[in-house]
């Protein structure tokens, strides 16, 4: 079956850096478009960053542009995101989510993607 696995997360003072990572199994890896998306308390899940199949089309919510990356390894199953610059509001569980042959006007839907990992939670402090 599909499994989606984040890892990477964890405490970090404001204006440091973390690298998530999410692992994919399951599925075709290379056909799937990946997300990350972030939950805080009290607040409905938000879009972070989107890749493309390929890895050459990426989109970013405004408030991380510039200083998050999104990335991938096909051939390792993986989608990452380079966290730089981190701001105490950054703070929230990260999801990873996969939609295959994604439409790229959805990519920062949440109700249009397949699958889901169970979270990491990144925590920043002041």
């Known amino acids: 079956q599909v499994q989606v696995v984040e890892s990477g997360g964890g405490l970090v003072q404001a204006g440091g850096s973390l690298r998530l990572s999410c692992a994919a199994s399951?599925?075709?890896?290379?056909?799937?478009?990946m997300s990350w998306f972030r939950q805080a308390p009290g607040k409905d899940r938000e879009f972070v960053a989107a890749?493309?199949?390929?890895?050459?089309?990426?989109y970013y919510t405004d408030s991380v542009r510039g200083r998050f990356t999104i990335s991938r390894d096909n051939a390792r199953n993986t989608v990452y995101l380079q966290m730089n610059s981190l701001k105490p509001e950054d703070t929230a569980v990260y999801y990873c989510?996969?939609?295959?042959?994604?439409?790229?006007?959805?990519?920062?839907?949440?109700?249009?993607?397949?699958?889901w990992g169970q979270g990491t939670q990144v925590t920043v402090s002041s």
């Open positions: 890749i493309n199949w390929s890895g050459d089309i990426l």
């Open positions: 399951g599925l075709s890896f290379s056909d799937y478009t």
């Open positions: 989510a996969a939609r295959r042959d994604m439409p790229w006007y959805y990519r920062a839907d949440k109700d249009k993607y397949d699958y």
